[in-house]
């Protein structure tokens, strides 16, 4: 599983940086805990039904993602079926969701921080929206090529992990993989990505 969203993330590290300011801390920290919000909240909750994640990063949902571009939607999605919408927040920068049928569900950040990444991913867990529902196990972190990439499972567990029963038609306690990543400023368009994989049965 983490194969497949590393395998994800190479390929659009190869795309050019794009001119950007590069933002201060606390923007960094906010577009960092506005990131960890959309994954949580579209991605980990949805996580094995994509009509409903598709809903959930409607317009008309509770964050107000936009649609983007064709040629947008395949330069992230690469040949995969699946979504690409936009959120901007004045302000802020932008928050891209790249989700695929297969079961992998990333977001992109324009701005992002290793350090408030990782401070809010732990509240989502611990006292956020999957509280009770899920431990984060940090696997290892490590600088490669520049970007510092830290590897985490979700460990469902009590309500979440009947609700993946149901939804997956298994125990429900299978880990879900969650890879992070965040780069220098200008090295390349979205410093910071996040991506969960739950890879779906054919």
């Given at each position: 599983?983490?194969?497949?969203?590393?395998?994800?993330?190479?390929?659009?590290?190869?795309?050019?940086?794009?001119?950007?300011?590069?933002?201060?801390?606390?923007?960094?920290?906010?577009?960092?805990?506005?990131?960890?919000?959309?994954?949580?909240?579209?991605?980990?909750?949805?996580?094995?039904?994509?009509?409903?994640?598709?809903?959930?990063?409607?317009?008309?949902?509770?964050?107000?993602?936009?649609?983007?571009?064709?040629?947008?939607?395949?330069?992230?999605?690469?040949?995969?079926?699946?979504?690409?919408?936009?959120?901007?927040?004045?302000?802020?920068?932008?928050?891209?969701?790249?989700?695929?049928?297969?079961?992998?569900?990333?977001?992109?950040?324009?701005?992002?921080?290793?350090?408030?990444?990782?401070?809010?991913?732990?509240?989502?867990?611990?006292?956020?929206?999957?509280?009770?529902?899920?431990?984060?196990?940090?696997?290892?972190?490590?600088?490669?090529?520049?970007?510092?990439?830290?590897?985490?499972?979700?460990?469902?567990?009590?309500?979440?992990?009947?609700?993946?029963?149901?939804?997956?038609a298994d125990d429900g306690?299978?880990?879900?993989?969650?890879?992070?990543?965040?780069?220098?400023?200008?090295?390349?368009?979205?410093?910071?990505?996040?991506?969960?994989?739950?890879?779906?049965?054919?």
């Open positions: 599983m983490r194969r497949a969203a590393l395998a994800l993330l190479l390929a659009l590290l190869a795309l050019p940086a794009g001119a950007q300011s590069p933002g201060g801390i606390a923007i960094r920290d906010e577009t960092s805990r506005l990131a960890v919000a959309v994954l949580g909240r579209i991605c980990v909750l949805n996580v094995g039904d994509f009509n409903a994640l598709n809903i959930a990063a409607s317009p008309t949902g509770e964050f107000g993602f936009s649609e983007v571009a064709p040629d947008v939607a395949e330069t992230f999605l690469k040949g995969r079926p699946g979504l690409v919408r936009v959120l901007r927040r004045p302000g802020l920068g932008a928050v891209t969701l790249v989700a695929g049928r297969d079961g992998i569900c990333s977001v992109w950040s324009e701005y992002g921080d290793s350090i408030s990444l990782q401070r809010h991913l732990l509240a989502m867990v611990e006292r956020g929206g999957l509280k009770g529902g899920a431990q984060l196990l940090a696997l290892d972190a490590r600088d490669e090529a520049g970007s510092l990439i830290a590897d985490y499972y979700l460990m469902p567990s009590d309500w979440f992990a009947r609700d993946l029963s149901r939804r997956l306690s299978q880990p879900l993989a969650l890879v992070t990543s965040v780069s220098p400023p200008g090295r390349r368009p979205m410093e910071a990505m996040l991506s969960v994989s739950r890879i779906l049965k054919k």
